[in-house]
């Protein structure tokens, strides 16, 4: 009870002591203005509203700006009253009121965020290179939209481990934080890991369930996801953890919207496609085809109720968590190749897939390919939006294929396209 009231005073404390503590400005000092003889000509009367107009708004402002902070505080608590037995344990409730422990509690949260947001002043000072003297770790803007889940990623113990919450923080990486900001904690680790199977077995074998920390999904071993394709239920790459089913002959065969790797591979040059990207991969069979004919591919992925990430690692093949929003962080003109299965498609807000297709563009290489597997969306978009959309980003079509999904019956009028493009050589 003693430390409750205690809780509650600070947070009164630190509410009205606060750095940005707000003077909501008197409201009526302009009302007793507006009272106006009637002689006042009207445009001072509208000069008066006009004023007055300003004012609301800014208190509006005023008022929402108190309401995020008051929610931030109240996090604040909410951590420290979660992380109040482990403090109580090692020290006495008298020991915390004779002393500033608590607030320097509260305090070391939102000092945390500030330390791993920066500005940091550069310790050899201003650097030419970087044109300026302090380094802003990058966090996407939105995460300052998030206030308060940002709060709650930040609230742990430095040094110990990280609080088990890949699910919270890659939804605040969906939304938009992204990248989420660094943090001085330790991920759990696996209980029981092992080494990794040795290439190229690794490839096609399904790893240890001890290599994970199960924790996040809603399986708890490989063999649960195995079992997924036999289920009812939506789940992201529902089929793709059994590598001795469908994805044993993933892009072997070339036909209709399905296409080869090494048909694709013999439109250029041999050997001439070596490094690439493959969005949104799932489980990485994509790569594991191209590593067997000696091409370096990065899959990104998010994990989605699924290990995907440490799945497709296991597997010897790099692996990125990064979500299709972000610029994709390759220099200009560098890949070879950029292949995405069903992820690029008509979920994707048209203006966000148009910056995505000019960022593809923008790290292929001169002769570099798009692949464009089973891009999915309605009969409609597809001469309408999608076709031009291609076109505005540069890329000239080498192949091209479109078929109704039938899956759900025709007149659902459901298409599927495949498409390889090129970037132009000049
Ligand atoms: C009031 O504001 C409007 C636009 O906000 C402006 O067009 C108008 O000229 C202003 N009137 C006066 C009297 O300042
Ligand atoms: C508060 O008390 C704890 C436990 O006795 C002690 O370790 C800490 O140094 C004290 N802090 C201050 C600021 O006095
Ligand atoms: C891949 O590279 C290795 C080593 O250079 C070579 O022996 C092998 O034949 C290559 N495989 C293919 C499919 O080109
Ligand atoms: C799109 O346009 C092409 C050629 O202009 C046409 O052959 C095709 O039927 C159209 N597709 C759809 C789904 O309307």
């Keep these: 009870m003693l430390v409750l009231v205690i809780l509650t005073n600070l947070l009164t404390m630190y509410i009205f002591a606060g750095p940005s503590s707000f003077n909501l400005h008197p409201i009526s000092k302009y009302t007793q203005h507006l009272s106006l003889p009637l002689w006042e000509p009207p445009s001072a009367l509208l000069h008066e509203l006009n004023a007055t107009q300003r004012e609301l708004t800014r208190s509006r402002s005023e008022i929402e700006e108190l309401t995020q902070q008051l929610k931030f505080t109240n996090l604040i608590v909410k951590a420290l009253a979660t992380d109040l037995p482990r403090l109580q344990n090692s020290v006495s409730a008298n020991q915390i009121t004779s002393n500033s422990s608590i607030l320097d509690h509260i305090n070391g949260l939102s000092r945390e965020i500030k330390l791993a947001i920066g500005p940091h002043k550069l310790?050899?000072?201003?650097?030419?290179?970087?044109?300026?003297?302090?380094?802003?770790?990058?966090?996407?803007?939105?995460?300052?939209?998030?206030?308060?889940?940002?709060?709650?990623?930040?609230?742990?113990t430095i040094g110990a481990e990280c609080p088990v919450d890949d699910v919270f923080a890659q939804q605040l990486m969906l939304k938009g934080c992204e990248p989420l900001p660094r943090r001085r904690c330790h991920p759990k680790a696996p209980a029981k890991y092992v080494n990794p199977t040795p290439l190229p077995g690794s490839l096609w074998a399904t790893p240890p369930d001890t290599s994970i920390v199960w924790d996040p999904?809603?399986?708890?071993?490989?063999?649960?996801?195995?079992?997924?394709?036999?289920?009812?239920?939506y789940y992201d790459c529902k089929d793709c953890f059994d590598l001795q089913g469908r994805e044993k002959a993933r892009w072997l065969f070339d036909k209709g919207l399905d296409y080869g790797v090494d048909q694709v591979l013999s439109t250029k040059p041999r050997g001439t496609i070596r490094i690439g990207l493959d969005i949104g991969g799932g489980t990485g069979t994509f790569a594991a085809r191209m590593k067997e004919r000696n091409v370096t591919i990065i899959t990104t992925s998010m994990n989605l109720d699924?290990?995907?990430?440490?799945?497709?690692s296991s597997r010897g093949l790099l692996s990125m968590h990064l979500s299709i929003s972000q610029r994709l962080p390759f220099f200009e003109n560098t890949l070879d190749i950029v292949h995405s299965?069903?992820?690029?498609?008509?979920?994707?807000?048209?203006?966000v897939l148009e910056f995505t297709l000019y960022d593809i563009y923008r790290v292929l290489r001169p002769g570099g390919l798009l692949w464009l597997d089973h891009f999915f969306c309605l009969g409609h978009q597809l001469n309408t939006t999608y076709v031009p959309m291609l076109n505005r980003a540069g890329f000239k079509r080498l192949r091209w294929n479109a078929?109704?999904?039938?899956d759900r019956g025709a007149d659902k009028n459901e298409w599927y396209f495949s498409a390889l493009l090129e970037k132009p050589m000049s």
């Excluded at 966090?139 to 998030?146: E, N, T, W």
């Excluded at 078929?403 to 039938?406: A, D, Q, W, Y």
Aim: charged content about 20%; overall charge positive; proline content about 10%.
């Design 123 to 156: 310790p050899l000072g201003y650097s030419p290179r970087m044109g300026s003297d302090e380094l802003f770790p990058p966090v996407g803007g939105a995460c300052l939209k998030y206030k308060d889940e940002l709060a709650q990623y930040m609230a742990y």
């Design 217 to 233: 999904y809603t399986c708890k071993n490989y063999k649960c996801l195995i079992d997924r394709k036999n289920k009812p239920g």
């Design 306 to 312: 699924g290990p995907f990430n440490s799945f497709i």
């Design 341 to 351: 299965m069903h992820v690029l498609s008509n979920w994707i807000p048209d203006m």
């Design 403 to 406: 078929g109704l999904k039938l």
